[in-house]
């Protein structure tokens, strides 16, 4: 069974300085996708980042950026010049081929220190 | 573009009820999922919808159930209430089904069993 990972429950940093948030993975499949989603204080989870498995370049969106190392099944997440908007909890999630269903690690609270 | 709305936003009850609960998806989009978050055992899939058929449940009892109406509006119901059912339910929509599809979450309905 596909698995999800995040062994950081919580991090903080400081406002401008950069963050990596770890997540590791379990999967038979050669093809996937794998995601970050970021859920503030208003609980409505947003995307963050999307990377494609057979994609050799690590995604980036402006400051959010991965590092997916596919062989280790690693997928972290790497934000840079952090801002106190950042400040929610972190989740990793792995789509299940046919399902339409999203298996979410058990998240990462990140804080921000002015 | 308005995006996913969930209603009511709150909800208390007692054990031995039931409750039902909304998931207006974005316009045009015709999945809608539905996820638990509980601070135990974190996000865990219910069940998805599309085009008024489920297509994939998680491993919760029958008192879990829901529906998807013509227009994409989908509803979940859980009967016989229990102290556990307390948590978070957030709904997600996306406009197909498919690994790389972004799933848009609503802020979700907080029920509190007492």
Known sequence: AQTVTQSQPEMSVQEAETVTLSCTYDTSESDYYLFWYKQPPSRQMILVIRQEAYKQQNATENRFSVNFQKAAKSFSLKISDSQLGDAAMYFCAYPIQGAQKLVFGQGTRLTINP | ?114
């Open chain 2, 1 to 114: 573009k308005a995006g996913v709305t969930q209603t009511p936003r709150y909800l208390i009850k007692t054990r031995g009820q039931q409750v039902t609960l909304s998931c207006s998806p974005i316009s045009g989009h015709r999945s809608v999922s539905w996820y638990q978050q509980t601070p135990g055992q974190g996000l865990q899939f219910l069940f998805e919808y599309f085009s008024e058929t489920q297509r994939n449940k998680g491993n919760f009892p029958g008192r879990f159930s829901g529906r998807q109406f013509s227009n994409s509006r989908s509803e979940m119901n859980v009967s016989t209430l229990e102290l556990g059912d307390s948590a978070l339910y957030l709904c997600a929509s996306s406009l197909y089904r498919g690994l790389d599809e972004k799933l848009f979450f609503g802020s979700g309905t907080q029920l509190s069993v007492l």
